[in-house]
């Protein structure tokens, strides 16, 4: 009993040695008061006169060439079985030029004005600190830009065949895949392989071969244009040793040293 006694008041001993001070029995030395008095560098990072970070793509406005139409209108609510989706209304843009007409669904937090007489378009957002809102200010501006050059000018790639007996041509018919629309052409590649590769151009998308080592791409759709330019570049990438491959546009390969045993 006696021994429970004494560990009792030991560990009451103990617990006032470590109990913390309190604030009228610190004293600071004179030295350290100013360090105190000062919110720390963290805290003050909040309280910034600097403007926030905005989008340079999607701030930058959009000039229509004259023979370009731009039109803005509510995309029409999307049926789910029988009844109708309660998500937030979004609108659609509709691009349309000598080339052709494209459209583009637009988010319901990207702001679209006119600028002076209607030649030019300006893109904002409701919420600047919104990560998402941010994201696609510049990706939505981006395709837009694609679509007017693309029903105005155009899209084009051009694909370059580099390799000892590298051929291409562009057939009516081919032998090993049926075509999916009627007047549907083949690019026919000759690439090292014990049979011709035979790849369907895809809708909306002209095909040429100006040279037996050159395809032509052309299309107002960026998107299509260059995925069927990577699809027809997987077949032969080009390799770092000889140089050989199918190369797109101004793409080049840096070449190593052969290695020697």
């Not at 637009?106 to 002076?116: F, H, L, M, R």
């Not at 050159?214 to 330019?229: N, P, S, T, Y």
């Not at 101004?250 to 040293?257: F, G, N, Q, S, V």
């Amino acid at each position: 009993m006696a021994s429970l006694i004494h560990c009792a008041r030991s560990s009451r001993a103990l617990r006032k040695t470590l109990a913390p001070r309190t604030t009228q029995e610190v004293t600071l030395p004179a030295f350290l008061v100013p360090a105190f008095t000062h919110p720390p560098s963290c805290q003050q990072a909040h309280f910034t006169t600097s403007p926030p970070c905005r989008s340079k793509i999607g701030r930058a406005p959009l000039s229509l060439p004259p023979e370009v139409t731009f039109t803005i209108f509510d995309a029409p609510q999307v049926k789910q079985g029988r009844s109708i989706s309660r998500s937030e209304p979004s609108r659609k843009v509709e691009v349309q030029g000598p080339l052709g007409k494209m459209s583009l669904q637009i988010p319901p937090y990207i702001d679209i004005t006119a600028g002076e007489e209607g030649k030019t378009y300006g893109l904002s957002i409701l919420d600047a600190n919104d990560k998402k809102q941010k994201a696609m200010w510049g990706t939505t501006r981006a395709y837009l830009q694609n679509h007017i050059l693309g029903v105005s000018e155009g899209h084009t790639a051009i694909l370059r065949l580099v390799g000892v007996g590298y051929r291409a041509t562009v057939e009516g018919k081919a032998i090993t895949k049926k075509p999916e629309f009627e007047g549907q052409k083949f690019v026919s590649l000759k690439v090292g392989y014990s049979h011709p590769i035979e790849l369907p151009v895809p809708m909306g998308v002209k095909a040429s071969c100006p040279q037996p080592t050159r395809i032509l791409l052309e299309g107002i759709d960026k998107v299509v244009v260059k995925q069927f330019a990577a699809e027809i570049r997987e077949w032969r990438k080009p390799e770092p040793y000889k140089g050989k491959g199918i190369f797109v546009n101004d793409e080049t390969i840096r070449l190593k040293a052969k290695k020697i045993k």
